[in-house]
Structures are given as C-alpha cells and as structure tokens.
C-alpha cells in the first residue's frame, strides 16, 4: 500500500516489477486489498490509478 500511496499512477505490471512478485500474484494482492476496503481503482482502464482509502 505504501507503494501506491508514493505513486498511485503505477499500474499491475509497474507494482509487480517493483515488488520482485508476479503479475499473477499481484493482481491477487491488489483484488485482496480491493476486497477489503483498502484501495479502489479510479477512472478508465487504461488511465485510472489506484487509490488508498485506509
């Protein structure tokens, strides 16, 4: 969360290059944090950012 706090604009495949985890893995993590009201994804697909709300 921390990562997307610093630079929101980062996308799946940037957070799993930053992190050392797999694209796979990745989207399992940011899917988790979604689930649990930690961060939501705002705007369209391709130029939305993820956002932290906890």
Do not use: C, D, H
């Amino acid at each position: 969360m921390a990562l997307i706090e610093r630079n929101p604009s980062l996308r799946i495949p940037g957070i799993a290059n930053a992190t050392g985890m797999s694209q796979a893995t990745t989207k399992r993590v940011i899917e988790t944090l979604k689930v649990e009201g930690k961060i939501e994804f705002v705007g369209a697909t391709k130029t939305g950012f993820y956002k932290t709300l906890a």
